[in-house]
């Protein structure tokens, strides 16, 4: 038992590839939350002991592992928020609890942003990247939500809003790290360290969300819609 439990949301068009992300999960988790969107039926694969299905049906978007978790009420376990297109390490929960000691208090990825000022409001730059080697300790604006530690200490403040339809879940957790003052610290790791398989076309985070003329707007509405201001 590590005392850590993770939450995920999977599409039909990433399985059953996906298999390959809960698999290696197993084990370091004491237990996995799925979110089953577009799927109408539970893969045999995944009736398993350890796997809770917190929904399934209609897609309600990458928050809903947040929103519908913490619906539930406060947790006594920590969170690792997982993408169903990496495969994780065997030490990965490990590594995250003893970097939890070095940094109490913060949420910790190997995945985000840095922000910057323009004349226009903020703009982000990539800073860590999991997939890239990253060799030191960054502070970050925004964690990527595939690949982050959120302490039960954090969770339990966070709060969502209607702004959770815009699919953008890493928005909405530095939104709740900055309302309620938990740093966001990118961890060191080696290039190989999360494996990555290509989804297929039209479900990857680019097609879907990043490469919308919309992007960066909504990305303001949902900082605004917390209280913080954007320039």
């Not at 790791?189 to 909504?218: L, N």
């Amino acid at each position: 038992m590590t005392g850590v439990r993770a939450t995920m949301c999977m599409l039909p068009g990433r399985y059953p590839e996906s298999l390959k992300t809960v698999n290696s999960l197993e084990g370091q988790v004491d237990r996995l939350y799925l979110y089953l969107n577009d799927f109408w039926h539970i893969p045999i694969e995944i009736k398993k002991d350890w796997i809770e299905i917190i929904h399934m049906g209609k897609n309600l978007g990458d928050a809903s592992r947040f929103y519908l978790l913490r619906n539930t009420g406060d947790v006594d376990y920590d969170i690792i928020s997982c993408d169903d297109d990496l495969i994780y390490p065997p030490t990965y929960v490990q590594d995250f609890l003893k970097y939890k000691e070095a940094h109490p208090g913060c949420l910790l990825t190997h995945h985000g942003n840095v922000a910057y000022n323009t004349s226009e409001g903020f703009r982000y730059k990539a800073a860590v990247r999991v997939r890239n080697e990253n060799k030191s300790i960054v502070r970050l604006a925004t964690p990527g939500s595939g690949a982050s530690f959120i302490p039960k200490e954090l969770f339990n403040k966070m709060e969502f809003n209607s702004k959770v339809s815009y699919n953008q879940s890493d928005i909405h957790l530095a939104c709740n790290c900055h309302v309620n003052n938990f740093p966001i610290i990118g961890l060191p790791h080696p290039s190989w360290y999360v494996e990555y398989f290509h989804p297929k076309d039209g479900y990857t985070i680019w097609e879907t969300v990043t490469s919308k003329p919309d992007w960066m707007s909504k990305v303001y509405e949902i900082y605004q819609s917390y209280g913080i201001k954007t320039s």
